[in-house]
T-cell receptor, first 114, second 113 residues
Framework: AQSVTQPDIHITVSEGASLELRCNYS??????LFWYVQSPGQGLQLLLK??????LVQGIKGFEAEFKRSQSSFNLRKPSVHWSDAAEYFC????????????FGRGTQLTVWP | DTAVSQTPKYLVTQMGNDKSIKCEQN?????MYWYKQDSKKFLKIMFS???????INETVPNRFSPKSPDKAHLNLHINSLELGDSAVYFC????????????FGQGTRLTVV
């Protein structure tokens, strides 16, 4: 069965520092992978997605993620974090017999110190 | 224009009541979803409709009944609300094809007291 693991429940970084949020997935076939961000009281906004091709994908707000099939990982990175990046980040995989169905990780809460 | 809109944004109600949450999308998508986010922020799919046809029906109490009058609308009706139904409910939409992404609404925070 499909599943997503985000090992870090909460991460704290200083503004300007680099960031890496971890995501591991379990899926038998080639996965479609996503990172979403949820700001307090807001809906989910898509940061980036991986369907195929180049394993390093660029997203909005300066984020990027790298798909590593050998490690079943899709880690999210940002070279320099801004205070406005403080939010909840969700990794998701689409898979199974029904197109469009997303399986989410439990999220990583990012706190940014000024 | 808001792509996926849900109403209401907040809903506080007493146990035993019946309530509905409405969702509309103006993206021309053919598939809509309801996800539930629990108190620990875990998101799990509840239902999905494709062109008004139910295609995903997770293990959800039958007090929850989705209805899709057309492919741009998906409503969620909940009967006999219980304390455990308190959560944030997200509507989403997408095309039912590969290489697509889902767009989410802002969520409806339901509090049952």
């Amino acid at each position: 069965a499909q599943s997503v693991t985000q090992p870090d429940i909460h991460i704290t970084v200083s503004e300007g520092a680099s960031l890496e949020l971890r995501c591991n997935y379990s899926y038998g076939a080639t996965p479609y992978l996503f990172w979403y961000v949820q700001s307090p009281g807001q809906g989910l906004q898509l940061l980036l997605k991986y369907f195929s091709g180049d394993t390093l994908v660029q997203g909005i707000k300066g984020f990027e993620a790298e798909f590593k099939r050998s490690q079943s990982s899709f880690n999210l990175r940002k070279p320099s974090v801004h205070w406005s990046d403080a939010a909840e980040y969700f990794c998701a995989v689409e898979g199974g017999s029904t197109l469009g169905r997303l399986y989410f990780g439990r999220g990583t809460q990012l706190t940014v110190w000024p | 224009d808001t792509a996926v809109s849900q109403t209401p944004k907040y809903l506080v109600t007493q146990m035993g009541n019946d309530k509905s949450i409405k969702c509309e999308q103006n993206l021309g998508h053919d598939t809509m979803y309801w996800y539930k986010q629990d108190s620990k922020k875990f998101l799990k799919i509840m239902f999905s409709y494709n062109n008004k046809e139910l295609i995903i029906n997770e293990t959800v109490p039958n007090r929850f009944s989705p209805k899709s009058p057309d492919k741009a609308h998906l409503n969620l009706h909940i009967n006999s609300l219980e304390l455990g139904d308190s959560a944030v409910y997200f509507c989403a939409s997408s095309y039912r094809t590969t290489n697509t992404e889902a767009f989410f609404g802002q969520g409806t925070r339901l509090t049952v007291v």
